[in-house]
């Protein structure tokens, strides 16, 4: 069974830090565009940042640019999203997810693969 598992969200407070992890199992990270989204309540879900298997090539949304960074460990199996510098407007719950390419100026996500980790940024 194919499965991405989200952690590592939490409350912050605004200018702090995060990093998040989507864990895959029964199958290879390196084979596959990973991309992180997020969903706000009342707000359309948004690509936010993907990585391609081959060069590493990565896009980040503007919105983001700057304060986040994805990353993979292919030994874990795993791949990263460091928030940096967060804002209130970064709320929503993130997920990851691995059936979208992944361009240089874009990135659609798709459905969820599972629950999502939910970050929250308030003082």
């Known amino acids: 069974q194919l499965r991405l598992v989200e952690s590592g969200g939490g409350l912050v407070q605004p200018g702090g830090s995060l990093t998040l992890s989507c864990a895959a199992s029964g199958f290879t990270l390196d084979r596959y565009p990973i991309g992180w989204f997020r969903q706000a309540p009342g707000k359309e879900r948004e690509g936010v940042s993907c990585i391609n298997p081959n060069d590493n090539s990565t896009y980040y949304a503007d919105s983001v640019k700057g304060r986040f960074t994805i990353s993979k460990d292919s030994a874990k199996n795993t791949v990263f999203l460091q928030l940096n510098n967060l804002k209130p407007e970064d709320t929503a719950v993130y997920y990851c997810?691995?059936?979208?390419?992944?361009?240089?100026?874009?990135?659609?996500?798709?459905?969820?693969w599972g629950q999502g980790t939910q970050v929250t940024v308030s003082a």
């Open positions: 997810g691995g059936d979208r390419p992944c361009w240089k100026s874009y990135y659609v996500p798709g459905e969820p």
